[in-house]
């Protein structure tokens, strides 16, 4: 009595068409004979999960050997089903659906499960798009020009001079794909005289030379939404180039980059910046005007006794978050200047303001001298 065909799979009862075909994919390449030279116990294996796929892919087949077991292909009820040890008339095609899963269109280019008529889809592609850092706040509609295969308007994209026909490929039959058996394989691939499509036109076009597409300047606009991030990518479905012989367009990627702006540094939505001020403005307080990226001005307040590196944050005059509400912060760092080319008066003024300076208008180096000082002392 042969082997249960759901064991020979290493399935339940309850699995499913997709489980049946991974089941039987693992297994036939385990025990393909190629990958078993001269182990006859292999080749049996390979024959008996064949014959066990074979039968149970087959739904009909299926509800068969589920009511009555092996019984039912051996009392005339299906008697194809195990012919020839397992290698029937749909054993090719069980490979076939092997090689769809493992290789995709390696074999095929183009072609889909349906048989012929193929469709090339046109290529994806990338246009490097740099903008400034108030248009990536404000948003903007900036136009493209991008160089690439669009539709012949000559042929409409058929590929074939106006006027003519398709008539039926003689190498596929109009199937738009041929097979060749190799050993236990039949492999399938695109038909090289129609590529996949079925049919061969009576005369190519003249202008595009039978591939429905021509090179072509196209400008576009393109949407930047205000908040975009350097490195962002934007999808512009159908945009790229044509498909050949009237196949769908493929993508427009653009990938934006934002250039270094003279003032602002960007992170997030928060942006930075450096300014420097006088020793005095530093010591006495004082205020000064930045420039915002929305056009106006803000009030920077420098309060008595700042520090160099300190940060003053201007609160919403950020950039915006890509499709929210929230905009983010400004921060303004306050590089404090030291004098320099100092007249004689101001030599003495500020000599005299060393003398009368104490440990309280300098605390942080007047205790870092002290500390040195023991340092010092101590060695």
């Known amino acids: 009595m042969p082997a249960d065909f759901y064991q020979t799979l290493g399935v339940t009862r309850e699995a499913d068409e997709a489980a049946l075909k991974a089941a039987y994919r693992k297994l036939a390449m385990q025990y393909h004979p190629d990958r078993n030279p001269g ?9 008996d999960i064949s014959q066990a796929y074979d039968t ?4 009909q087949k299926r509800a068969a050997y589920d009511r009555f077991g092996h019984e039912a292909f051996t009392q005339g009820m299906n008697g194809r089903a195990g012919a020839a040890g397992g290698f029937g008339p749909d054993f090719g095609a069980s490979m076939s659906d092997i090689f769809d899963d493992l290789f995709g269109e390696f074999m095929g280019g183009a072609r889909g499960r349906g048989g012929g008529q193929a469709r090339f ?3 994806d592609l990338r246009y490097n798009l740099e903008i400034s850092l108030e248009e990536a706040f404000a948003g903007a509609t900036v136009d493209i020009d991008i160089p690439s295969l669009g539709t012949c308007e000559t042929c409409s994209g058929s590929g074939a001079k106006p006027g003519t026909g398709m008539s039926t490929c003689r190498t596929c039959n109009g199937h738009g794909k041929v097979r060749a058996a190799s050993g ?5 691939r695109t038909c090289p005289a129609c590529h996949g499509r079925g049919e061969i036109m009576d005369q190519p076009c003249t202008d595009c030379g039978g591939d429905g597409r021509r090179q072509q300047n196209r400008r576009l606009s393109v949407d930047v939404p205000k908040g975009i991030e350097d490195g962002t990518r934007i999808r512009l479905a159908n945009e790229g180039e044509a498909g050949l012989r009237g196949g769908p367009p493929g993508d427009l990627y653009i990938f934006v980059s934002i250039r270094p702006h003279d003032l602002f540094q960007r992170d997030g939505a928060d942006l930075y910046a450096r300014v420097p001020i006088a020793m005095t403005t530093a010591a006495l307080g004082g205020e000064f005007e930045v420039p915002t990226l929305e056009g106006a001005r803000a009030k920077v307040k420098v309060a008595p006794g700042t520090q ?13 978050v890509l499709r ?4 983010g912060d400004l921060y303004v760092q ?8 100092l007249t004689r008066r101001q030599r003495e003024l500020l000599e005299e303001f060393d003398r009368l300076s104490t440990n309280a208008n300098s605390p942080t180096s007047g205790n870092f001298f002290d500390k040195l000082k023991g340092l010092f002392d101590k060695l």
């Open 39 to 47: 182990d006859a116990g292999a080749e049996q294996k390979f024959k």
């Open 56 to 59: 149970l892919k087959d739904p």
């Open 121 to 123: 889809r046109g290529s």
């Open 184 to 188: 236990f394989f039949t492999i399938e």
């Open 308 to 320: 160099a590196g300190q940060r003053v944050r201007l609160k919403g005059k950020g950039m915006p």
């Open 324 to 327: 929210q509400s929230q905009t």
């Open 334 to 341: 306050l590089d404090v200047e030291t004098p320099q080319s």
